[in-house]
């Protein structure tokens, strides 16, 4: 599987006897932006749990960096990882350095290099850690703390990240600024990224490459440009159409 970062195989999942996947194939490569786009409940966050093992597979196969997940220790698996979400899930009683520094100090990493990962990371994504590291999440606004979110998801230079709607619960004016941040972000660092959206403006915003998801599977992949010019059916015409 040279070549490819992440790779679904074949993949089944059901939840409750409700087929959820059924048989979705998918490779990301190496430094891709890849964008899983559908309406809610179309399978794309089974899909990015799938890859940290929150949920394993009924059937098929799930690769990261060309070794199956089964085969790792889930927790060495998600130290490698770095998982943004909606609603950041910080740590209230630790400040926002130690927020970022989390895995770090998980992976054994001694303190003053957690200090300064913690710092980097923070002026990476445009806070000030002399000003905001000792600041607690409920001293942050919204899209301050989503910056926190990146930060402490990139803070081990994981081999790939995964973000779940991460600029979902943030307001239109600060949601468009982290995207373009984010855009200009992933090119720098060059990161393997699976980032799930039902925000149709967003995946074209970011997307290397779109996975349009639905009923279980995938209806096309493509650049933005491809999928704009040739939607493959119906159903994907449609989700282009309605957010023009």
């Not at 949920?55 to 960096?65: K, M, P, W």
């Not at 290099?113 to 919204?142: F, I, K």
């Not at 703390?145 to 790939?160: E, I, K, M, N, T």
Request: with cysteine.
């Amino acid at each position: 599987m040279k070549g490819v970062a992440i790779s679904f195989r074949e993949v089944v999942k059901s939840f409750d006897e409700k087929l959820v996947l059924d048989r979705v194939s998918l490779d990301v490569s190496p430094g891709e932006v890849l964008v899983l786009l559908g309406r809610s409940g179309c399978g794309k966050t089974t899909l990015l749990r799938l890859v940290n093992r929150l949920v394993d597979a009924d059937g098929g196969a799930v690769y990261v960096g060309g070794r199956e997940v089964t085969d790792w220790d889930p927790v060495e698996l998600r130290r490698g990882i770095g998982y943004a979400i909606q609603g950041v899930g910080l740590l209230p009683h630790l400040s926002v350095g130690d927020n970022v520094s989390l895995v770090p100090r998980l992976l054994g990493w001694n303190p003053e290099r957690r200090r300064e990962r913690a710092a980097e990371m923070l002026r990476l994504v445009g806070l000030d850690p002399r000003e905001h590291g000792d600041r607690r999440p409920d001293q942050l606004s919204g899209g301050q703390r989503q910056r926190v979110g990146v930060a402490r998801a990139l803070a081990a230079d994981p081999q790939a990240l995964l973000m779940d709607e991460p600029f979902g619960a943030v307001d239109p004016i600060g949601r468009r600024s982290l995207q373009e941040e984010f855009r200009s972000l992933s090119r720098e660092l060059g990161k393997t990224v699976l980032f799930v959206t039902h925000d149709v403006t967003e995946a074209f915003r970011l997307a290397d490459r779109i996975a349009v998801v639905a009923d279980g599977g995938i209806r096309q992949v493509g650049t933005p440009g491809e999928i704009a010019d040739a939607p493959a059916d119906a159903l994907v015409r449609g989700l282009i159409e309605g957010a023009a």
